[in-house]
């Protein structure tokens, strides 16, 4: 079923983190500083508007990841087969 939120949702905390980091931004690097409220709009817009960009890739990548572990998941866990012949026959050389 695919993802039909239109925005990533923060946590309080995260969002006020995130808007902190946004007046900073603009604090140091654009001449005008941002208020509160636009900083949280300017927030918002990015989550709706980009949000989805940065998830699809994070789940492409995800994929991706999860693609080439369960390719190499044979080499890893792949055990022999009736081998307890072959393990007693050892055993009986090496007591020899």
């Known amino acids: ?3 039909t939120d239109p925005a ?3 946590t309080k905390e995260q969002r ?3 808007i902190d980091s946004l007046q900073r931004y ?3 690097n654009l001449p005008e500083p941002i208020g509160e409220m636009p900083a949280g709009h300017l ?3 990015f989550l709706e508007e980009i949000g989805s960009v940065i998830y699809n890739r994070a789940v492409a990548d995800a994929q ?3 693609h080439l572990r ?3 998941l044979t080499g890893e866990l792949h055990t022999p087969e009736f081998t307890y012949w072959q393990r007693i026959d050892n055993k009986r050389r090496t007591r020899r």
Request: net charge negative; proline share 5%; charged share 40%.
């Open 43 to 45: 927030l918002d817009y």
């Open 26 to 28: 603009f604090e140091e």
């Open 8 to 10: 990533i949702e923060l």
């Open 1 to 3: 079923m695919p993802h």
């Open 70 to 72: 369960l390719e190499d």
């Open 64 to 66: 991706s990841r999860l």
């Open 16 to 18: 006020a983190d995130a």
